[in-house]
């Protein structure tokens, strides 16, 4: 069955520096998605994208995060400068369309030292 | 500010016996629900998605929605240890939307 990939499954960062989350989402879904989920806590929506430009993001989404489809199979997320509260789990998504069920990849692990 | 209402549990059944998950939303206009398990530690798998009002069955799992209500349940029959997981509850705002809000997810263990 097709999956989500995410690459690294764990990421160990120094406050203040760039972390770059790689994606590859299932081949014949159009839309893409970052949440993320703090220990404990919900998991919450950060970007979604479609027709290679964000098509909606959410409060958390500010101008410390930017997303890119590279190339055919890539989606990333950037993180400019992190905070230690950027430590998380960061989920990818995909889906079909945009009412369609989303599939998970299995999430890479942030922690900011 | 759209949400989505779930009992964080943890809520205790018997193998064997029917696990009933609930849930409530905010946004009478939302369209899309789903259920997604999420072992500790993984990420969410996607188990039920249901549109339209009443009853959809997939196996041991029954999706049940009642817009009027703005609520929606997840059956879960014949329960099983491994079934022992979080349950969150994610809904669709509705047109125009792609994002999905999850609740805090509610926590079975299913007791052997």
């Known amino acids: 069955e097709p999956e989500v990939t995410q690459t690294p499954s764990h990421q160990v960062t120094q406050m203040g520096q760039e972390v770059i989350l790689r994606c590859v989402p299932i081949?014949?879904?159009?839309?893409f998605y970052w949440y993320r989920q703090i220990l404990g806590q919900k998991v919450e929506f950060l970007v979604s994208?479609?027709?290679?430009?964000?098509?909606?993001k959410s409060e958390i989404f500010d101008d410390q995060f930017s997303v890119e489809r590279p190339d055919g199979s890539n989606f990333t997320l950037k993180i400019r400068s992190t905070k230690l509260e950027d430590s998380a789990m960061y989920f990818c998504?995909?889906?079909?369309?945009?009412?369609?069920?989303?599939?998970f990849g299995d999430g890479t692990r942030l922690s900011i030292l | 500010q759209k949400e989505v209402e779930q009992n964080s549990g943890p809520l205790s059944v018997p193998e064997g016996a029917i696990a009933s998950l609930n849930c409530t939303y905010s946004?009478?206009?939302?369209?899309?629900f789903f259920w997604y398990r999420q072992y500790s530690g993984k990420s969410p798998e996607l188990i039920m998605f249901?549109?339209?009002?009443g009853d959809k069955e997939d196996g041991r799992f029954t999706a049940q929605l009642n817009k009027a209500s703005q609520y929606v349940s997840l059956l879960i029959r014949d329960s099983q240890p491994s079934d022992s997981a979080t349950y969150l509850c994610?809904?669709?705002?509705?047109?125009?939307?792609?994002?999905?809000?999850f609740g805090i997810g509610t926590k079975l263990q299913v007791i052997p």
């Open positions: 994208f479609y027709n290679n430009e964000i098509s909606e």
């Open positions: 249901i549109y339209s009002n």
């Open positions: 994610a809904v669709n705002p509705g047109e125009g939307y792609q994002k999905v809000t």
């Open positions: 946004d009478r206009g939302s369209q899309s």
């Open positions: 081949s014949n879904h159009l839309y």
């Open positions: 998504a995909s889906s079909a369309s945009n009412n369609q069920p989303q599939h």
